[in-house]
């Protein structure tokens, strides 16, 4: 059940993504409306002249909500999951405690020919 919650919030946190980097390349910089004003025919948009700026930005604030909160809940259940070890270091502490043979390995094959 944690697995397809995981992959629930995966999914929606990369559209959200997606999602804020397509509102924010649509948006225009502060020095497009210069140009605007001087007979530029951007001022006529979809939304009108100042109603874009409100809607994206709006939009854009909520998308990065979403973004962040999604962020927090991957972060939750990622450290939350059974079975996995927290931390590289702790994998690597329980593989050097195991312990060792008393007798060295011996290699197998022509390696034990070889005179010396």
Do not use: C, W
Request: zero cysteines; aromatic letters at 6%; glycine letters at 14%.
């Amino acid at each position: 059940m944690s697995g397809i919650f995981f992959g629930l919030v995966l999914t929606v946190h990369v559209l959200v993504g997606v999602a804020v980097i397509g509102l924010v390349l649509v948006q225009h910089g502060k020095g497009a409306d210069l140009g605007a004003s001087f007979g530029g025919g951007a001022s006529g948009s979809l939304f009108g002249a100042s109603g874009s700026a409100n809607f994206l930005s709006r939009t854009t604030a909520a998308l990065a909500t979403a973004f962040f909160v999604t962020s927090l809940a991957l972060t939750y259940l990622a450290s939350h999951r059974g079975g996995v070890s927290r931390s590289v270091m702790d994998a690597a502490t329980v593989e050097q405690s195991a312990p060792a043979s008393s007798q060295p390995a011996k290699p197998a094959g022509p390696a034990q020919e070889i005179p010396k």
